[in-house]
């Protein structure tokens, strides 16, 4: 499954994509090089497309906000043990169709990982 959405976190900026897969969320969008305050919206050449691989088992805590609509955050743990954050909103036309579909597959497959992992 593909879902676009807008991200919000220190990690990506802007638009991108989430693809789920049977064992890990991939993240693609647009990646800082290096911040300069207030010159992201002016100049792309300070981005970089780039991808992030996250495995369900990495997963820590998973969020959807009840008061922002569509607003999901992802913690998760990097292979040194470092804990990242992923916030995003769904940004197409179905955007409540594709928060219900993806909270829930996300959920399943979390609920999945659990029950194997023995937690």
């Known amino acids: 499954m593909q879902f676009q959405v807008n991200y919000d976190s220190k990690y990506f900026f802007g638009q991108g994509l989430i693809f789920m897969y049977d064992t890990a ?16 919206y002016f100049y792309q050449l300070v981005f970089i497309e780039t991808t992030r691989t996250v495995p369900y088992s990495t997963i820590l805590k998973y969020r959807k906000s009840k ?24 940004m197409n036309e179905h955007r409540n169709k594709n928060n219900i579909s993806f909270a829930s597959q996300l959920e399943e497959y979390l609920a999945v990982v659990s029950s194997l992992s023995g937690n």
């Open 25 to 40: 969320l991939i993240f693609k969008g647009s990646k800082r090089k290096f911040f300069i305050p207030f010159m992201q």
């Open 67 to 90: 008061r922002i609509n569509g607003y999901h955050q992802i913690t998760y743990r990097l292979p040194n043990g470092k804990k990242c954050k992923i916030g995003f909103t769904m």
